[in-house]
């Protein structure tokens, strides 16, 4: 209260100094009068204001620690007690028994026993005949822009070599197919080449004929599975019985 006494009144003096030096005497007369309305507020109030009396330390009664007693949980648990010599647990494992009719039996076993013959279809086979056609089929002299030069039935033993020219549809997949060359019956060479999926595929295969090779020939083209797609004679002709 002092304090703020002391205060106020050095407030007050700065006020009427500034008053006097700014030439305006007149202000002094309120601010006398509201230092004053303060200070006797101010004292009206200290005794006139109830006061409170803050209890005493030792007057503050201690609250009881409701929490969980720890020695109360920190008690051992009990152990199971497990006799010495535990008698083993006994299941019964029998198994069940289904009974079933003798002559159902009987019959089961006679069905086991027949032999069962189920056809295994050729898949091959039916690949070659649905996917494979034999459009086209030449012996000739020679192979020019994959065009076939001097085909025919029968040639001079001078010919030196001969080609066999196919045209093959194919509607499947890649397959393979053999030019088979026999001479008087008998096999000389064969020549083996995929065939790619077209509806016009050129294929040929070249074979040396010597001098001495007069007679029949023919040339089959065969399939993966054996199957004979086509074939085609010829006769080789010595060159002097032709003059």
Same mark, same amino acid.
């Given at each position: 209260?002092?304090?703020?006494?002391?205060?106020?009144?050095?407030?007050?003096? =700065?006020?009427?100094?500034?008053?006097?030096?700014?030439?305006?005497p007149?202000? =002094?007369?309120?601010?006398?009068?509201?230092?004053?309305?303060? =200070?006797?507020?101010?004292?009206?109030?200290q005794?006139?204001?109830?006061?409170?009396?803050m209890?005493?330390?030792?007057?503050? +009664? &201690?609250?009881?620690?409701?929490?969980?007693?720890?020695?109360?949980?920190?008690?051992?648990?009990?152990?199971?007690?497990?006799?010495?010599?535990?008698?083993?647990?006994?299941?019964?494992?029998?198994?069940?028994?289904?009974?079933?009719?003798?002559?159902?039996?009987?019959?089961?076993?006679?069905?086991e026993?027949?032999?069962?013959?189920?056809?295994?279809?050729n898949l091959?086979?039916?690949?070659?005949?649905?996917?494979?056609?034999?459009? &086209?089929?030449?012996?000739?002299q020679g192979?020019?822009?994959?065009?076939?030069?001097?085909?025919?039935?029968?040639?001079?033993?001078?010919?030196?070599?001969?080609?066999?020219?196919?045209?093959?549809?194919?509607?499947?997949? +890649?397959? &393979?197919?053999?030019?088979?060359?026999?001479?008087?019956?008998?096999?000389?060479?064969? =020549?083996?080449?995929?065939?790619?999926?077209?509806?016009?595929?050129?294929?040929?295969?070249? +074979?040396?004929i010597?001098? &001495?090779?007069?007679? +029949?020939?023919?040339?089959?083209?065969?399939?993966?599975?054996?199957?004979?797609?086509?074939?085609?004679?010829?006769?080789?002709?010595?060159?002097?019985?032709?003059?």
């Amino acid at each position: 209260m002092i304090m703020a006494l002391f205060i106020t009144t050095f407030v007050l003096v =700065v006020l009427i100094f500034a008053a006097f030096r700014l030439k305006i005497p007149m202000a =002094v007369g309120p601010l006398v009068v509201v230092y004053f309305l303060h =200070v006797g507020y101010s004292l009206f109030n200290q005794y006139t204001q109830p006061k409170i009396e803050m209890p005493h330390v030792d007057a503050i +009664k &201690e609250i009881p620690d409701s929490r969980m007693n720890k020695e109360k949980f920190l008690q051992p648990m009990a152990i199971p007690v497990v006799p010495d010599n535990p008698r083993p647990l006994i299941l019964d494992s029998v198994p069940m028994k289904i009974r079933t009719p003798p002559d159902l039996v009987e019959e089961n076993i006679k069905n086991e026993l027949k032999p069962q013959n189920k056809p295994v279809p050729n898949l091959a086979t039916n690949v070659t005949e649905e996917t494979l056609v034999l459009k &086209e089929m030449l012996i000739c002299q020679g192979i020019i822009k994959r065009t076939p030069v001097k085909p025919g039935k029968r040639f001079s033993n001078m010919v030196d070599s001969l080609y066999c020219y196919t045209k093959i549809s194919n509607s499947g997949g +890649k397959q &393979e197919l053999q030019h088979v060359w026999y001479y008087n019956d008998r096999e000389m060479t064969r =020549v083996l080449y995929n065939v790619k999926p077209s509806f016009n595929y050129r294929s040929w295969s070249k +074979k040396t004929i010597y001098p &001495e090779n007069i007679g +029949k020939w023919r040339v089959d083209v065969m399939a993966q599975d054996g199957k004979i797609l086509g074939s085609r004679s010829f006769t080789i002709d010595s060159a002097s019985s032709n003059f």
